[in-house]
């Protein structure tokens, strides 16, 4: 920034700067433990009969399974990518099996249309929105698997960067 500018500008630049760079630095690991717990919490819900908002939408979408048998199946599955991902050397296993879930999450959108749309393409039901959320979990997904050829996270290596 240029000297000549007045010092609350020079505040606020160091401010910003400082809190990016917690962002930066801590971004990475709170994302990996919060799509964790969204994991774990969603498919604990679905060894509870009625708990899990998702339990009709997924009985009326996998009709050639038995829902009683295949929900906590999912449950399960949900559970170990949420423990995977916040287990470091099991995040490629997470997102492994979050990714050959994720188009079974899609299929409401194909298959029950009337459930999950009020007006094609554009206006979603809550069960259509409960659906869609999912591009975020998948871009989370791959953010936190962007972390792991690395040996540290980038809070980490700043931090070893800063002491030297």
């Not at 400082?18 to 964790?36: D, E, K, V, Y």
């Not at 979408?61 to 009683?68: A, K």
């Not at 979050?98 to 999450?105: A, W």
């Not at 009337?114 to 069960?127: A, N, Q, R, W, Y």
């Amino acid at each position: 920034m240029p000297d000549d500018l007045p010092s609350f500008l020079h505040r606020f630049d160091h401010l910003d700067r400082r809190i990016a760079g917690w962002m930066r630095q801590n971004g990475p690991r709170l994302l990996q433990f919060s799509l964790g717990v969204i994991f774990i919490w969603f498919g604990a819900l679905k060894f509870f009969d009625g708990l899990s908002p998702a339990e009709s939408l997924v009985r009326r979408t996998v009709y050639w399974f038995d829902p009683d048998t295949f929900i906590p199946i999912l449950g399960l599955w949900e559970v170990l990518i949420g423990v995977g991902l916040m287990v470091r050397p099991l995040i490629r296993g997470a997102i492994f099996l979050l990714f050959l879930q994720m188009p079974g999450t899609m299929l409401p959108l194909v298959l029950l249309p009337e459930v999950c749309f009020t007006s094609i393409p554009f206006g979603l039901t809550l069960e259509g929105q409960y659906i869609i959320k999912n591009l975020v979990l998948i871009s989370a997904a791959l953010v936190v698997g962007g972390t792991v050829r690395q040996d540290t996270l980038p809070s980490d290596r700043e931090a070893v960067a800063h002491d030297a």
